[in-house]
């Protein structure tokens, strides 16, 4: 499979639940993203990671915990979510320390409500 | 803080109207632009991008883009839009600490 993948597409969960979405990049990139993104609103950048190594984390609440066993892989693990954290989740990669294919490619997303 | 914003939020066109889209960010330094696309039910997909070089960019499927620098812009156009254009239409800037930045969107549907 190609580009950037993510799992579930879809995920219905309680406030007292414990969730993981999962993210895979087939392209051989250094960095990995995950972005949230909710109606009328911009893209909100969440976490970044390069190298495996977090280099970034936008003042998002703890109940978000995000994992990066190695390149090719992303989860964000979920807990005792509000429902207010109902949104698009998108995971994205791409190559930094080049100049010439450093945009991001996006995965399709995981449609989260939370209940 | 850096911003991008992107001023139209919905627009309404007819078949083989012209379209421009605007685009402009708040970032004194070297940057990277791109225009993401989002076709319903579909994930973001790059359009077009300017690195360096000549400041007019063409993308896929007759779009292009203007990066006017004095302006911190970097605006949309396509001279005749289709049908299949509908979809939502997303400006981002990375800056030089790979940081990117997009705009909260703007909404095109295509009247056939």
């Not at chain 1, 984390?57 to 979920?78: A, D, G, K, Y």
């Not at chain 2, 039910?41 to 896929?60: A, C, E, T, W």
């Amino acid at each position: 499979e190609t580009g950037v993948t993510q799992t579930p597409r879809h995920l219905v969960m309680g406030m007292t639940n414990k969730k993981s979405l999962k993210c895979e990049q087939h392209l051989g990139h250094n960095a990995m993203y995950w972005y949230k993104q909710s109606a009328k609103k911009p893209l909100e950048l969440m976490f970044v990671y390069n190298f495996k190594e977090q280099t970034e984390n936008n003042s998002v609440p703890s109940r978000f915990s995000p994992e990066c066993p190695n390149s090719s892989h992303l989860f964000l693990h979920l807990h005792t979510l509000q429902p207010e954290d109902s949104a698009l989740y998108l995971c994205a990669s791409s190559q930094t320390g080049t100049t010439s294919y450093n945009e991001q490619f996006f995965g399709p997303g995981t449609r989260l409500t939370v209940l | 803080a850096q911003s991008v914003s992107q001023h139209n939020h919905h627009v309404i066109l007819s078949e083989a109207a012209s379209l421009e889209l605007g685009c402009n960010y708040s970032y004194g330094g070297t940057v990277n632009l791109f225009w993401y696309v989002q076709y319903p039910g579909q994930h973001l997909q790059l359009l077009l991008k300017y690195f360096s070089g000549d400041p007019l960019v063409k993308g896929i499927k007759g779009f292009e883009a203007e990066f006017i620098k004095s302006k911190f812009s970097f605006n949309l156009r396509k001279p005749s839009v289709q049908w299949s254009d509908t979809a939502e239409y997303f400006c981002a800037v990375r800056n030089t600490g790979n940081q990117f930045y997009f705009g909260t969107g703007t909404s095109l549907t295509v009247i056939p």
